[in-house]
Every structure is written in structure tokens, then in C-alpha cells.
């Protein structure tokens, strides 16, 4: 009865003593959602001009699973010479830190059906999304810096 009494306590004792292992696997977060633009840069041939934020006007760029769209307009309802509205969308594909677009629409329509390569990472409740911007047709080549904020 002693060994047995023993033998249990010592198994119990053991089993109170493991290591809880931690099974949760870090993934990297979600871009999924909507996220407001607070800044961006644009710098050609070395000179670096801001283009965001302007006053009077907002833009946001939404991700789901596989596809993008962003939005831009003014805060006047589209009335005054400030009027603007811009907008696109496409597919993408996120993979370590690469990101790539493909813009399908884009009321800029010579910049549809072009493939872009950027680099991509979310901090906190920002995404950073930087890279260049090429199109030989259009005597494009600049690099961007945008900021974007995750909306609540």
C-alpha cells in the first residue's frame, strides 16, 4: 500500500512539473482591412517631393484576401477647382515582406494592366509600403514611400 501510495504521489508530482509548451505559431499580421493614407513621398532622380498628405482630401487602400483598391477624393463633395477623385484596383500577392501588384482599373487608364513590385510591412497599426514605380511608356521610373494607417 506504501508503494503504491508512493508511486502515485511521485506521478503526480511529475505530471505537476512539466513545461507547458506554447503551441501558438507566430504568423505574420494581417494587411486585411481598410487603411488610411497619412503619407507619401515620391523621389525621382534623387529629389524627394511630398505628396501626401494634401489638405481637403483622403485617401484609403483596402485589402482582402487577394485583391486591392484604393480611393482618393476631396472633402468638398467634388465641387471647386480642389475636385479630384482617383481611384484603382487589382489583384496581389504578399510573401516575406514581397508584395506585388497587378492594377486591372485605374482611372488613369494608361496605368492599367501593369504589374508593380514593392516592399511591404506592417508596424503596429501602420503599413509601410515602398518601391518603385516603372513604366517606360509613360517616362515613369520613381521610387515611393507611403504610410498608411490601419482604420478603426
Known amino acids: 500500500m506504501r508503494i503504491t501510495l508512493l508511486a502515485s504521489a511521485l506521478f503526480f508530482g511529475l505530471i505537476s512539473c512539466t513545461e507547458k509548451i506554447d503551441t501558438k505559431i507566430e504568423t505574420a499580421p494581417s494587411i486585411a482591412g481598410t487603411w488610411t493614407l497619412v503619407s507619401s513621398k515620391v523621389i525621382t532622380k534623387g529629389d524627394t517631393v511630398a505628396t501626401f498628405p494634401v489638405t481637403g482630401q483622403e485617401m484609403i487602400k483596402i485589402f482582402n484576401e487577394n485583391t486591392f483598391a484604393f480611393f482618393k477624393h476631396d472633402l468638398n463633395g467634388g465641387k471647386g477647382e480642389a475636385a479630384i477623385f482617383d481611384s484603382g484596383a487589382g489583384t496581389y500577392e504578399l510573401k516575406d515582406g514581397n508584395y506585388s501588384e497587378h492594377l486591372a482599373y485605374c482611372n488613369y487608364r494608361d496605368w492599367e494592366n501593369r ?16 518601391g518603385i514605380e516603372k513604366i517606360d511608356s509613360l517616362n515613369v521610373n520613381q521610387e515611393i514611400v507611403e504610410v498608411y494607417v490601419r482604420k478603426k
Open 115 to 130: 504589374d508593380f513590385k514593392f516592399k511591404l510591412r506592417v508596424q503596429n497599426d501602420s503599413l509601410i509600403q515602398t
